[in-house]
Nanobody
């Protein structure tokens, strides 16, 4: 498994913004698709967004619940994947994880939000708390 590290979680009020970061020292983030997931207390982990590997033909994907509020991006020089979260709501409160899949076949971001079962390497998460 590959090691990923998330950061940027914090406590904010409704309609606030946060930018989460996902970085690694073990591979170049342009090599594999990277997914963002979240898990709220008492709920299953769910896919939030995905960005395909460079050279893959996928497009960024978002769950319906975050579409038009969250933006995923990649900074190759920083070897970091970002999740810009705007218009935060209390229901966005969760631990946020980034994950990747290095095994063949490479994961392709397309259409549906990423699924937990398709990813094999995970970070430890960063807490996001949104208060009303």
């Amino acid at each position: 498994q590959l090691r990923l590290v998330e950061s940027g979680g914090d406590s904010v009020q409704s309609w606030g913004s946060l930018r989460l970061s996902c970085t690694t020292s073990e591979f170049a983030v342009n090599y594999y698709a990277i997914g963002w997931f979240r898990q709220a207390p008492g709920r299953e982990r769910e896919g939030v967004s995905c960005i395909d590997r460079v050279g893959g033909e996928g497009i960024p994907v978002y769950a319906d619940s975050v579409k038009d509020r969250f933006t995923i991006s990649r900074d190759i020089a920083e070897n970091t994947i970002y999740l810009q979260m705007d218009g935060l709501k209390p229901e966005d409160t969760a631990v946020y994880y980034c994950a990747t899949r290095s095994a063949w076949p490479h994961y392709k971001c397309s259409g549906d939000p990423p699924q937990v079962r398709d990813f094999t390497s995970w970070g430890r998460g960063t807490q996001v708390t949104v208060s009303s």
